[in-house]
Every structure is written in C-alpha cells, then in structure tokens.
C-alpha cells in the first residue's frame, strides 16, 4: 500500500506530532521522529536518513539455534551517519577488525579470527584474495 507523508507539521523541537495520508484520507497522528535516531558510531543524533549497516547472522542456518545459547555477535541493523568513519568507529568500540580490502556496506560479512580470545573481522565479501584485517 502506498503511504504518504503529507502536510506534515512543521518541524518544532517540542513536538513529534504531524499528519500522514493513506488513500486519500488525512490522518493526523504521532509519526515517527527520524531526529530521535542515534548514530551507533557517535551516538549524536542523525539529521535525514542513516546509513544502515548489519552484519550477516553466524548461525548456521541447517538446525535452528537452542535456546541456552545466543549468537555471538548481534546483526542489527544498526544506523549510522552516512560517513563511514562513524561506521568504524564503531567497530573499534565493539572490539572488531576491519578488512582493509573492503569497504563499509550496508551488510557486513563476520570472519571468525584464528586467535585466543576469539575475535572478529567485518568484511564486505567482495574481493576474491586473501582478507586483510587491520583495527578499525
Ligand atoms: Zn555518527
Ligand atoms: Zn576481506
């Protein structure tokens, strides 16, 4: 069905208030507030529209996962500035590795890294050689 966001309020600080329109009829309610999205790179507000990044579920998908144990790392999506530097920013707070090969893309691919304690490298899975995991 298409929505469209018609004669919206104007932006007051002080209200998330305005109007959308289905079909033709006008329906004033609450709508959702884009300014109340945080970066999870720098945890500012985000004016327009985020950048969402998630990274791809590790659970092998042939036998659901029991309920005792949880994935290791939480997919999102999680919404960013539209800088990649907020991006890695979070990453090197949430402890990952950066594939310098790659780039920062709307879903990033984990790589489990061969040490102790277990660590992660995000890439986009888009180059065919060797991965190259720098700290974000
Ligand atoms: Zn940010
Ligand atoms: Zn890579």
Redesign the pocket.
């Known amino acids: 069905m298409c929505v469209t966001l018609a004669a919206v309020a104007p932006r007051r600080p002080d209200t998330l208030c305005g109007a959308m329109e289905i079909m033709g009829i006008r329906i004033p309610t609450v709508i959702h507030d884009t300014d109340s999205v945080r970066?999870a790179?720098?945890?500012?507000p985000?004016a327009g529209r985020p950048m969402r990044v998630s990274v791809l579920d590790i659970v092998a998908t042939e036998a659901p996962p029991s309920w005792a144990s949880r994935s290791p790392i939480n997919p999102g999506p999680r919404e960013?500035?539209s800088?990649e530097a907020?991006v890695r920013?979070w990453m090197r707070r949430s402890g990952y590795l950066f594939c310098r090969r790659s780039a920062v893309r709307e879903i990033m691919r984990p790589v489990r890294l061969p040490t102790d304690p277990v660590a992660w490298g995000l890439c986009d899975g888009m180059h065919r050689d060797a991965h190259e995991f720098v700290p974000a």
């Open positions: 970066c790179g720098c945890l500012e985000i960013f500035h800088d907020h920013a």
